[in-house]
C-alpha cells in the first residue's frame, strides 16, 4: 500500500511539473510573438517616410510686397 500511494505522488508530482513546463513555454512563445509583432511594427513604421505635398495655389495671383516701416512684407 505504501508503495502505491508513493508511486501515484510520484505521478502527481510529475504531472504537476508538466503542466508547469507547458506554461511556462506557452507563456515564452506568446510574450516572443507580442515582442516580434512590436519590432515588425516599429521596424515597418520607419522605414516609411512621408511623403512632401506639392501646394499650388488655386488661382495665380500676383505678387505684393510692401513696406510697414517695421521691415518688408512679402506676400506670395
Sequence with gaps: MQSI??????FAGLTILAV???FTVSL????????TVLMV???LSLRMKPVPVRAK???PR???VWNDGRGTIIDL
Excluded: H, K, N, P
Excluded at 500511494?5 to 510520484?10: I, T
Excluded at 515564452?28 to 515582442?35: D, P
Design 5 to 10: 500511494r508513493s508511486l501515484f505522488l510520484a
Design 20 to 22: 508547469m513546463a507547458l
Design 28 to 35: 515564452t512563445f506568446a510574450v516572443g510573438g507580442i515582442l
Design 41 to 43: 511594427g516599429r521596424a
Design 62 to 64: 500676383e505678387m505684393r
Design 57 to 59: 495655389a488655386r488661382q
